[in-house]
Each structure stands twice: as C-alpha cells, then as structure tokens.
C-alpha cells in the first residue's frame, strides 16, 4: 500500500464550484504539505502544517484553505475554483527530524477547472 | 529571494553514458538539499538527501554531492540506463519555521537505447 494518497486522482470541475482534495499518510509523519505544479513554474507551496494545531501559510495561498482533520489527514480547498487554479496538486509529509526531515510525496491529483 | 536553478532544462544521451546534473541556489544556509525524480505525469519519487553537513551521497548508481559555499548540487549517474529517463528535480530545504521545499524546475532527461 501506497505510504501517502490522493483523492481523487483527477477531477474535472467548472468556474465557481467548491471542490476539496485529499491526502492520507500511513508513514507516521508530522508534517503534511500541499504544492502544486504548474508547466513552467515548477512545484510551489501552498500551505503547511507542523502538526494537528498548526496551519501556515505558503507562497501561493490564495484562493485555497486547508484543514488537518487528524496527523494522518489534511485536506486542501477550493471555495471557488477559477480556471488558473488548473495544475497538478501533490502532497507531500516528512518527519520532524532535524537536517534528515525527507519528504515523501503522494502520487497527487490533476485538476482541471473550465 | 531563495531560488534554485538547475541547467540543463533538457539533455539527451545515448545509452551507456555517465552523466551529471546540476543544480544551484542563491542562498548558502540550507538545511538539506533534495533530489526527486519524476516520470510523466506521475509524482515525485524521492532519490537522495544531503544534510547541509555532508558532502555526498551514493545510491546505487546515483552519487549526489553537496558544495554550500559555491552553493552548488551536482547529481552524477553512472551507466545511463533507458529507464533512466525522467524529469529530475532538485529542491533546498531552508528549515526552521519552514521545513518546506524550494524547487528547481527540473532536468528533463532522455537516455537513447
């Protein structure tokens, strides 16, 4: 079994609707992350979480809101989904080790907003 | 600004071949550094980390080094491998209040049978 998920995996949507993203680890893990990746612009982050009492914010925030239900789980929202936030979302947790905190990504989710 | 480059953006070698990429960032006072791999369409797999005290990594047939001071990763591959083609990706870790990655945009790399 896949040690961090994604759902849905694809997921087609129109201008305006709420949409929500999942993720799901069984690594343990503290942190969780949400990037995305654009064609040209590379993996950016949108928000973070430490742990289950701590949301921060990223460098493209905007237009997203998250919540961490428990360690396993954090979920990412769209209230308003605009055709610009069409892109590749990922994923990703990594322990609080110190200089080894590796991240491991989920298989992440392509949205597409019309 | 923490930027992390990495040239080439594209690179094609037949088969058999060694061949490195590279990647650099604009500040020195990493955490760790990162290296990923990425097939098309797909996530990210992660290949290699340097903690900002070390100077390299090994792998199997990847080899990762690590120079802070010229702030500079080089990811070696040694007898290239079809399978081997991928899109790369660097990314820094700054740590502290962070503990998110900064990424390159990748090395796509073709290795011709």
């Known amino acids: 079994d896949a040690d961090v998920t994604q759902t849905p995996r694809n997921r087609i949507t129109k201008t305006g609707k709420r949409i929500m993203l999942e993720c799901s680890q069984t690594?343990?893990?503290?942190?969780m992350y949400w990037y995305r990746q654009d064609p040209g612009l590379g993996l950016r982050l949108i928000y973070y979480?430490?742990?289950?009492?701590?949301?921060n914010k990223g460098e493209i925030s905007d237009g997203y809101s998250v919540s961490r239900q428990a360690q396993a789980k954090f979920s990412l929202s769209l209230e308003s989904a605009i055709p610009n936030q069409t892109a590749l979302y990922f994923c990703?947790?990594?322990?609080?080790?110190?200089?080894?905190?590796?991240?491991?990504f989920g298989p992440g989710t392509r949205l597409t907003v019309l | 600004k923490q930027e992390v480059t990495q040239i080439p953006a594209a690179l094609s070698v037949p088969e058999g071949e060694n061949l490195v990429l590279n990647c650099s960032f604009t500040?020195?006072?990493?955490?760790?550094l990162q290296w990923f791999r990425q097939d098309p369409g797909k996530g990210l797999t992660s290949l290699l980390l340097?903690?900002?005290?070390?100077r390299e990594q090994t792998s199997g047939r990847l080899n990762a080094s690590l120079d802070k001071s010229s702030g500079r990763s080089t990811l070696y591959i040694a007898a290239s491998q079809p399978g081997d083609s991928a899109t790369y990706l660097c990314?820094?870790?700054?740590?502290?209040?962070?503990?998110?990655?900064?990424f390159g945009k990748g090395t796509k790399l073709s290795v011709k049978p």
């Open positions: 990703a947790t990594s322990a609080n080790r110190g200089y080894n905190n590796e991240q491991f």
């Open positions: 690594k343990g893990h503290d942190r």
């Open positions: 979480s430490f742990d289950v009492k701590d949301i």
């Open positions: 500040d020195s006072a990493i955490y760790n």
């Open positions: 340097i903690q900002s005290s070390q």
């Open positions: 990314a820094v870790c700054y740590g502290g209040s962070q503990g998110n990655l900064i």
